[in-house]
T-cell receptor, first 112, second 113 residues
Framework: AQTVTQSQPEMSVQEAETVTLSCTYD???????LFWYKQPPSRQMILVIR??????QNATENRFSVNFQKAAKSFSLKISDSQLGDAAMYFC?????????FGAGTRLTVKP | SQTIHQWPATLVQPVGSPLSLECTVE??????LYWYRQAAGRGLQLLFY??????ISSEVPQNLSASRPQDRQFILSSKKLLLSDSGFYLC????????????FGPGTRLTVT
């Protein structure tokens, strides 16, 4: 069974600093997608970044980047130059046909 | 562009009352549709998904049911609500046949009293 584990329930970062959120997953499939979603206090789920498993190059979206280690089944999110608006719950997700499996989430606090 | 709507945004219902939450998608055809529930401070649990009109798959046995009467309409229902049905309900859609991301609606906060 595919599972997604986020081992950091809470993380804190100083504004303008860099923070890395961890995620590991379990799968026997070779072709899949991984995502990071952000859920601010409004609770709207917002896509942050996605990674195709067949691509070796790590995905990057502005201040957000991932470190995808396929053999280790690890998919961490790095947020550079953290901003107050980055404060939210972050969910790692594994995409399989007809559904998405989510981790339990990491609550990120950004200190001014 | 595609848009997903959910209503109501907030709902307070007594135990034993019926429930109907609606989700509609605009700007796309034959989407895959999903219902998730999120308990306070927790991750998302998939409840139902649908790949077409009248086609519903259930992930978790529960007090809820889902229906898809039209291509872009997805309804979550219950005949008698339980206290444990309280939570935040999210509808999502995705492009069929691909492993792309899911796009989420704004959610419905349900409190069963």
């Amino acid at each position: 069974a595919q599972t997604v584990t986020q081992s950091q329930p809470e993380m804190s970062v100083q504004e303008a600093e860099t923070v890395t959120l961890s995620c590991t997953y379990d799968t026997s499939e070779s072709d899949y997608y991984l995502f990071w979603y952000k859920q601010p206090p409004s609770r709207q789920m917002i896509l942050v970044i996605r990674q195709e498993a067949y691509k070796q190059q790590n995905a990057t979206e502005n201040r957000f980047s991932v470190n995808f280690q396929k053999a280790a089944k690890s998919f961490s999110l790095k947020i550079s130059d953290s901003q107050l608006g980055d404060a939210a719950m972050y969910f790692c997700a594994y995409r399989r046909p007809n559904d998405m499996r989510f981790g339990a989430g990491t609550r990120l606090t950004v200190k001014p | 562009s595609q848009t997903i709507h959910q209503w109501p945004a907030t709902l307070v219902q007594p135990v034993g009352s019926p429930l109907s939450l609606e989700c509609t998608v605009e700007g796309t055809s034959n989407p895959n549709l999903y219902w998730y529930r999120q308990a306070a401070g927790r991750g998302l649990q998939l409840l139902f998904y649908s790949v077409g009109i009248g086609q519903i798959s259930s992930e978790v046995p529960q007090n809820l049911s889902a229906s898809r009467p039209q291509d872009r309409q997805f309804i979550l229902s219950s005949k008698k609500l339980l206290l444990s049905d309280s939570g935040f309900y999210l509808c999502a859609w995705s492009v069929p046949g691909l492993l792309y991301e899911q796009y989420f609606g704004p959610g419905t906060r349900l409190t069963v009293t």
